[in-house]
Each structure stands twice: as C-alpha cells, then as structure tokens.
C-alpha cells in the first residue's frame, strides 16, 4: 500500500468520493463546488503539461502551446520521472485506452 505524508482518514474519504463518481458531468459537478475555477484550471494545465511530457514534446513546446511557466513544467517533470507514479499511472492506462482495436 502506498504511504503519503497526505494520508489521513479525510483524504480518504475524499478520494473515495471522487472514486464514487460516475461520469464526466458528475465530476464537474463535484468539482465544481469543491474547488475554485483557479484551483480546477491550475489542475487541468498541469495534467495536460504531463500529457505532453509523456507524448515527447520539450519544454519550450509545452510552454508556447499551453502558456505555463517553465517552473510548472519543470515540477510536473519531476514527478512524472520520479514522483509517486500517479501521472504515469493514469497517462499508461489513458494510452491503452486510446489505442485502437
């Protein structure tokens, strides 16, 4: 089992209403009154920074086509290549998906 300095009996909870959700409009819903537009953008480009990350793109293209700051980027980086695997977990399960059949 995975242990983080974020775990806690609130987390859990948390998460496992996140896990509960069934669909795409359930979770804006959700987040939508969980969390400020800022918080959800900030999110939203820093997943999609991994994206890129994980499809090949460098730094300076990432940064022109998604606006963020190098720092972003850089940290995002980070924990791609060596954070708790949470990017590469859903980016690999993504990938598959995405595949053709």
Not at 39 to 47: C, D, G, K, T, Y
Not at 54 to 77: D, H, L, P
Request: glycine fraction near 4%; hydrophobic fraction near 30%.
């Amino acid at each position: 089992m995975y242990e983080s300095k974020m775990k806690s009996e609130e987390t859990e909870r948390l998460f496992e209403a996140i896990l509960s959700l069934q669909s795409v409009e359930e979770c804006y819903r959700f987040f939508d009154d969980l969390c400020t537009f800022s918080e959800i953008l900030a999110m939203s480009q820093r997943f999609q920074v991994a994206e890129e990350l994980y499809g090949g793109k460098t730094f300076s293209q990432i940064s022109k086509e998604i606006g963020v700051s190098s720092t972003t980027i850089t940290r995002v980086n980070r924990c791609l290549n060596y954070g708790a695997e949470g990017y590469r977990t859903v980016l690999e399960r993504k990938h598959r998906d995405d595949k053709p059949e």
